[in-house]
């Protein structure tokens, strides 16, 4: 178990060496002096998917020739607030996570916003009129300190039993570990994050928190002070995490900071390939694994072709995005999967 920790500590050293030679982040928020017009397609919500979405709409803009084209823009999760998305907009309150990003598409109108970024699926409580559009692959594993007290790996149930705080030391993990109260966190409850770990560790249904359980923190943000404590635990997007450390995804607050990825059920390579620097496919086999989505309102997507040749089937992103997608350290989806639309 020492012997793990220890290449932990290595592995996060080599990882924050190759992220200070691999510059590059996305544009955050519509660029500055730059305000969406009424017909362009503007996107809030999820923290997981802002970075790769952001460059994606970047390119997608750059590689147009028509001045009067519709434009893709996007809101990042955090920042001043309220925002006006675009030209003519109702004035909101940023939308921060999956959840808030489709409550605001299913409050308002095209003339606000026209979709939502989501890194959890359709659940039973949106609505049948929302169509999720797949945009790649993810997994969630969790995070803790380098020189912290968690173990490398923890099983499905012990993450169960921490998160209901039927289980509140390391040590009754494994007598080895410290006699030490962990400190597990969560993301804000809008986070599709979350939602989709609770359910995970849950076997499909979701675990409600225990009181021991801190919520609130910033999802993907290690730079919080809070985390850095040697007891903390918290999910993490694997890729969001490899954009981070690999290829320097990362800035401000944006960071993974002391924390280094951990495994779950022993998954033969962990949740990451640090060899090629993308998720490992044995993780992405498991449970953990998750789909990223655009949320749509069906009306416009079946009505607006534009719509579809961006998001959709054989569209601009699924036709020209993987190396995108791969440099923000998510996984492409094939060509029958990206773009197919699924609903609650």
Known sequence: MRKTAAKLLTVAALATSIATVVGGTAVADPAAGVTPRAIDFVGTGSDTTQSVLNQLAADYNASLTDPNAPRVYSWDATGTSPITPKTGATTITRPNGSGAGITALNTYTKATVDFARSSRGPQASDPTTDDFVALAKDAVAWAAPATGNAPANLSTANLKDIYTCAVTTWNQIDPSLPNATIKPF???TNSGTRSFFLTTIGGGVAVTPGACVI???????????????????VPYS?????????????????????????????????????????????????????????????????????????????????????????????????SFACGSVTHS
Do not use: M
């Open 186 to 188: 969560l993301p804000q």
């Open 215 to 233: 919520s609130g923190t910033q999802e993907n943000q290690g730079s919080d002070t809070a985390l850095a404590d040697v007891n903390a635990l």
């Open 238 to 334: 694997v890729a969001h995490y490899i954009g981070q450390v690999y290829y320097g995804k990362g800035s401000g607050s944006d960071v993974q900071g002391p924390l280094t990825i951990r495994n779950v059920d022993n998954t033969t390579g962990g949740p990451v390939d640090t060899t090629a620097k993308t998720i490992s496919s044995t993780f992405a086999a498991t449970p953990y694994a998750r789909v990223v989505y655009n949320v749509f309102r069906d009306a416009e997507w079946t009505s607006n072709a534009t719509l579809r040749a961006i998001f959709g089937k054989g569209g601009w992103i699924c036709a020209n995005g993987a190396n995108d997608i791969k440099s923000f350290g998510f996984l492409p989806l094939s």
